[in-house]
């Protein structure tokens, strides 16, 4: 959650974070693995009401950077 963000922001802080992440190199029973993130990116909008509806939208969001090939950022 990023309050007072606006979602071109957000997204880019959310592809620092994928970029972080990509840099981690994770050793598994002494081999390295590579770990990669997907992340979704939505704005809340008061007319909305419910958070939920926020939620919804990001997860629909990550999915979509998922389905594109992951380690991605969608907004």
């Known amino acids: 959650m990023l309050p007072e963000t606006n ?6 802080i959310a592809d620092r974070i994928r970029t972080a992440v ?8 002494d081999n390295p693995v590579g770990v990669t993130v997907s992340i979704g990116c939505a704005e809340y909008h008061a007319s ?6 926020l939620l919804d939208r990001a997860d629909a969001k990550m999915y ?7 380690n991605a950022v969608r907004w």
Do not use: D
């Not at 979602?7 to 880019?12: E, V």
């Not at 990509?22 to 029973?29: F, G, K, L, M, Q």
């Not at 979509?64 to 992951?70: F, H, P, V, Y």
């Open 22 to 29: 990509e840099a981690c190199v994770v050793t598994y029973r």
């Open 48 to 53: 909305e009401g419910e958070q939920s509806h």
């Open 64 to 70: 979509e950077a998922k389905e594109s090939g992951r």
């Open 7 to 12: 979602i071109p922001n957000a997204a880019l």
